[in-house]
């Protein structure tokens, strides 16, 4: 081919190829600027979008901020108004067993209810707070399962009494005596839940029972259920129990007060603990709450002897009497394990018979009519030895009859027949000394109510105004239980702790109680680190200092 020949070829393809590519390139560049438009655009769009974020987290932190300061401003307000509380509860136990008139006791119960309900409402409102700026962090720790449980009985068993209702509980012998949780947060379930169902039960019963629903190596699910007698609540009804500030009906607000905060706190504290609680009730016949936890069972049986025989009740000849069928159940399975031979009677005609049939060795009564026995029973020269759940001074006075107040309690139903069969010496070897006790206190009026309820338990009481003073007590006297002011002049009651511990290193230890308004979980842990051996809130409650005195005195 000629070279002519072969330009001219290049020549054509380089046209035909430029041609080609230049009809192209405007396909091309608007498909590029397309693409760059497109990619524009999510950059808007996600800048857009970081801006709305960045804006929701600032009006989350502002929120949470807000609601840690109502919570701080309620902290304190709570603490202000418990102190002056803790005068006029006090005073309302003190004025009780005092001689009044029954226009005074109409009164004084006024005074009470009304100081009670304020008390509980404060409560609620700053726990509701609390819970609603994540405030409230369930602690882990070893506890007392079957305690925890009498303590939450014992904080509502007057308003039980009040009403006659039969109040107790009753724990599967497989549930873990012992098991890792927040005690503090799970007694506050039982007594929330306790307290409604007596608020709505005129007559009959509240009664709580504890299962295991399922076991995985020592995680356990634990099942709760509380049941009562009371007015129930229609199906259509339940689902409004657990929002805020809600009742069933108005006039249920009316007639039995309460904030309707309660069920939805404990709501809330159940699901932290990886459960749920739900309701079985119907209109006029009652309701029953179940829920239940998740916990971790911990090593070691403080109660190893109930579920064991009690030597000096083999052979004895038992009578039980009790027309309700939860306390019969109860003491069937405590005295079946204890040894015995067990005879359960429902009514005073049956119990009249058996009791002309023999003499028996014990009796136990769960049913005392206007604080007075069933006529067939009192005085009886067929029963040895009487176990009464109630109290009545002049029975009780008797050798041969021990009073245990409800709710029943295994381990104090243990501990009475022991008493009753024990001989005159061995009563005499267990005869416990007066506790020797120290009140650290700057209010005056607190000061007088406390020294007041005290007296009940000891009448060796030294009252101080400050921690400088207690210290001082402790350098010249031991004493075996020392109640302790948090807020006080010259020496708080953690700095008056740390001195104490720091002194008695090498000596006998004191029992130190924190006693405060404060109801924050974080107090009660500083409290703890000081040295402090438990902690009692304000108002204090006689059942309180009762039951800090049986556990740390052994009286």
């Given amino acids: 081919m000629s070279l002519y020949a072969r330009i001219h070829k290049l020549s054509a393809n380089l046209l035909f190829f ?315 399975h405590c005295l079946q394990q204890w040894g015995g031979q067990l005879t359960l009677v429902t009514d005073k005609t049956e119990l009249l018979r058996l009791l002309n049939q023999q003499v028996w060795d014990i009796g136990l009564c769960d049913f005392i009519e206007n604080n007075a026995l069933p006529e067939p029973l009192y005085p009886c020269r067929q029963v040895k030895n009487l176990i009464l759940f109630g109290y009545n001074p002049e029975i009780c006075q008797q050798d041969h009859i021990i009073c245990i107040n409800k709710p029943i309690k295994p381990l104090r139903l243990y501990n009475g027949i022991q008493k009753l069969l024990q001989t005159p010496a061995q009563l005499t070897d267990n005869t416990k000394k007066m506790p020797r006790i120290l009140l650290a206190e700057d209010n005056k009026v607190n000061q007088k109510v406390l020294n007041l309820l005290l007296k009940n338990f000891s009448e060796q009481i030294k009252t101080v105004d400050n921690g400088l003073q207690a210290l001082a007590e402790v350098e010249r006297h031991f004493y075996d239980l020392i109640f302790m002011d948090i807020h006080m002049p010259k020496m708080d009651g953690l700095a008056a702790t740390r001195a104490i511990r720091q002194l008695q290193q090498n000596q006998p230890r004191s029992a130190i109680i924190a006693m405060t308004a404060s109801v924050l979980n974080s107090d009660k842990e500083r409290c703890l680190q000081a040295g402090m051996d438990d902690f009692i809130s304000k108002p204090v409650r006689r059942e309180s200092l009762a039951r800090m005195i049986g556990l740390y005195c052994s009286v």
């Fill in 18 to 332: 430029l041609e080609k590519n230049l009809t192209q390139c405007p396909f091309s560049l608007q498909s590029k600027q397309k693409q760059i438009h497109e990619l524009q655009q999510v950059i808007v769009n996600y800048k857009q979008r970081q801006h709305q974020l960045e804006q929701q987290v600032s009006q989350q932190q502002t929120a949470l901020h807000e609601a840690k300061n109502k919570v701080n401003f309620l902290t304190h307000m709570s603490h202000e108004i418990r102190t002056p509380l803790n005068g006029v509860l006090g005073m309302t136990v003190i004025l009780a067993d005092t001689p009044l008139s029954p226009e005074q006791q109409d009164y004084l119960k006024i005074i009470r209810s009304s100081s009670e309900i304020l008390l509980n409402l404060i409560n609620d409102i700053l726990e509701y707070s609390r819970l609603g700026a994540d405030k409230v962090v369930l602690e882990t720790h070893v506890f007392d399962l079957r305690l925890c449980i009498e303590e939450s009985l014992d904080l509502i068993t007057a308003q039980a009494a009040q009403k006659g209702l039969n109040l107790g509980y009753q724990m599967a012998d497989d549930v873990p005596p012992l098991i890792m949780g927040d005690r503090t947060r799970l007694r506050q379930i039982f007594v929330n839940l306790l307290n409604n169902a007596i608020k709505f039960t005129d007559q009959g019963h509240v009664w709580l029972d504890v299962q295991v629903s399922e076991i995985k190596e020592q995680n356990y699910t634990l099942s709760f259920k509380i049941h009562d007698t009371g007015i129930g609540i229609a199906k259509d009804k339940i689902h409004a129990l657990f929002q805020p500030f809600s009742q069933v009906h108005s006039t249920v607000q009316r007639q039995y007060g309460g904030s309707g905060l309660g069920l939805l706190i404990s709501k809330q504290l159940i699901e932290m603990m990886r459960g749920q609680i739900w309701l079985d009730s119907q209109l006029g016949q009652g309701s029953c709450f179940h829920f239940n936890i998740k916990a971790l069972a911990s090593v070691g049986n403080p109660y190893q002897l109930l579920s064991a025989p009690l030597p000096s009740l083999q052979g004895k000849q038992i009578l039980i009497y009790s027309p309700d069928n939860f306390s019969r159940n109860l003491l069937r």
